[in-house]
């Protein structure tokens, strides 16, 4: 395979793929081959939290009804899930996800919610965009700082506390949700992000919120991340940054070759690195579909 | 509109704001509310006859088996 361009920009999402297998990583973000059926979770995901930030928005900046700030979040989360065919085995619908805007604001209703969001210049920090330059790293094709992006759903005040806050829905909240985020990189290069605009963030709430067949669960994760853990976590991600330069420069990409190939049901690419030949698997079984960390959106390579 | 079932409901007016023709914000409050009654109706009627069911496979009572007759 030619050497692709080195992407520039890193998210949580890109590193966690490097880490588990740098060849996974390779294949996923640098050729961008991606599995033919879009991601459901990824798309109904990013669809929620739509709904969700035009709701707060219009709630807590327009100064809109509740009624009328649920039912324009609700008009927003059926543009963003757009017309994807429903796979038939994920509760994950259009209608479970307008159904779980709902039961969401039922659940933490605007004004009895425990956390409120700040108001800087008279707009709430709902939606929270990042693009900063990791420092000590280097492009290898530009010179430039390699940069680090990121979104979480709003900064929001919590017992007098700044908190970063972010929703995430899941199929099932056991135990071990709660256990998901503890040392987290995501949620730890949220808070260095929202630290590094000078939002002097004490951790980050987690709202967990279950599409179960018939029903819903919530659940709640409070994580502190001390300066020591964000600068632990910084000095990480350069090293992370510098070894894949590194595989990128030698143009090889170390494969894990042993649980991250199993486990979660399997990697989409272990039939590829199973084959002798797995660039017939590739453009076989797989489409090429950009991932951009800037705009967290995915598009089709021509 | 009122004969369409709340699933069927939340659907056209997806259907509508996916052609550009956004309902009322007021409009698709209702319509998740809709859905929302329908989703707890169902949630109640399954708990009531998982109770039912529980008392009709009650434990049974060991002991009462044991007492001498007559008792």
Redesign the interface.
Same mark, same amino acid.
């Given at each position: 395979m030619p050497r692709p361009p080195f992407p520039a920009a890193i998210d949580s999402t890109l590193r966690a793929s490097f880490v588990s297998c740098p060849r996974k990583f390779e294949m996923e973000y640098l050729h961008h081959w991606k599995p033919q059926t879009p991601n459901i979770h990824l798309l109904a995901g990013g669809a929620f939290a739509r709904g969700l930030e035009v709701a707060r928005l219009?709630f807590w900046r327009d100064k @809109?009804s509740v009624?009328?700030? /649920? $039912?324009?979040g609700? /008009?927003a989360l #059926? *543009?963003a899930y $757009?017309?994807l065919e429903e796979p038939r085995d994920s509760t994950k619908s259009? #209608?479970n996800m307008? $159904?779980a805007?709902? @039961?969401y604001f #039922?659940h933490y209703g605007f004004s009895t919610d425990s956390i409120h969001p700040l108001v800087v210049v008279d707009r709430p920090a709902v939606e929270f965009s990042f693009a900063l330059p990791i420092p000590g790293t280097r492009h290898p094709e530009t010179g430039d700082p390699v940069i680090y992006s990121g979104r979480f759903d709003m900064l929001g005040l919590y017992n007098n506390q700044l908190f970063v806050v972010d929703e995430k829905t899941a199929s099932q909240l056991g135990p071990s949700w709660y256990n998901n985020w503890a040392l987290r990189s995501q949620i730890t290069g949220y808070c260095w992000a929202a630290r590094e605009f000078n939002y002097t963030v004490v951790g980050a709430i987690i709202r967990g919120l279950a599409i179960l067949t *018939?029903?819903y669960k919530h659940a709640e994760a409070i994580e502190y991340r001390p300066q020591w853990q964000v600068d632990r976590w910084l000095e990480q991600l350069r090293r992370d940054v510098k070894r894949m330069i590194q595989c990128w420069e030698e143009g090889y990409f170390d494969w894990n070759l042993d649980s991250t190939c199993s486990s979660y049901g399997g990697c989409q690419f272990l039939s590829v690195c199973n084959s002798n030949h797995p660039e017939r698997w590739l453009s076989a079984e797989f489409i090429q579909r950009v991932w951009d960390p800037l705009t967290r959106e995915e598009r089709e390579v021509k | 509109m009122t004969n369409l079932s709340p699933?069927d409901n939340?659907?056209r007016?997806?259907k509508l /704001? =996916?052609e550009g023709k956004?309902?009322?914000? @007021? @409009? !698709?409050?209702a319509a =998740? !509310?809709q /859905?929302?009654s329908e989703?707890g109706s169902?949630?109640q009627a399954?708990a009531e006859a998982k109770a039912k069911k529980e008392a009709k496979s009650a434990p049974i009572d060991i002991a009462s088996l044991f007492k001498p007759k007559g008792e």
């Open positions: 219009a @809109e009624e009328r700030s /649920i $039912g324009l609700a /008009i #059926v *543009k $757009g017309t259009l #209608v307008l $159904g805007l709902c @039961e #039922v *018939k029903d | 699933i939340i659907n007016l997806a /704001i =996916l956004d309902p009322s914000p @007021e @409009e !698709m409050h =998740l !509310m /859905i929302r989703r169902a949630v399954r």
